[in-house]
């Protein structure tokens, strides 16, 4: 039993292929879209924490602890992996085939429909926890203050702390979701 655990396939002597049934499930099914990406991935999952949605990034992790942790936390695994969907038989997983982070985000929101979804500016992007919204006096201490006296509400990263506020990048980034989410 453990030697198919998560899915694993081994290559037989005779040049067959074993391994256990891919157990179907449907993610897209009254769940909020989650994903975990590789570390191919990190811009990629830097913009869809942007867009609101939740996914998780590690730099360093061998295959096998991605793929353990992807179906132990109900994530769609996305890579740029080409082989891993074969050695590793689990649903789940989706090789992303677009090279540039903007062309890799727009295939995601069309792959997985998930564009009516987008909730800007929720999510923290460095460590993809949720944002909660604080006063500036709150964290006056850790902005500059002509942010303070500008603003009239503030994010703040419930797990890392760090702080977040609209500016001149905030309607860069705005622009670019719309054409995206036109092009999805």
């Known amino acids: 039993m453990s030697l198919f655990a998560y899915g694993r396939t081994i290559w037989c002597t005779c040049g067959r292929r074993v391994a256990a049934e891919i157990v179907q499930r449907d993610l897209r099914a009254g769940t909020e879209a989650r994903f975990l990406a590789d570390s191919m991935l990190g811009k990629l999952a830097r913009w869809l924490r942007i867009l609101g949605f939740d996914c998780a990034h590690e730099e360093e992790i061998p295959d096998a602890q991605l793929v353990r942790r992807a179906i132990d936390e109900r994530r769609t695994l996305l890579t740029r992996d080409r082989a891993l969907p074969d050695e590793w038989r689990v649903a789940g997983i989706y090789v992303v085939r677009a090279e540039q982070t903007y062309d890799q985000l727009a295939e995601v929101l069309r792959r997985f429909e998930i ?70």
């Not at 977040?164 to 999805?184: D, K, P």
């Open 115 to 184: 564009s009516d979804a987008v909730r800007l500016f929720r999510r923290c992007s460095r460590c993809n926890a949720r944002l909660e919204v604080v006063r500036p006096e709150e964290v006056a201490d850790r902005v500059p203050p002509d942010v303070v006296a500008r603003q009239q509400e503030l994010r703040q990263c419930g797990e890392c702390r760090r702080v977040y506020w609209e500016g001149s990048h905030t309607r860069r980034m705005q622009g670019v979701v719309e054409r995206l989410i036109a092009a999805a």
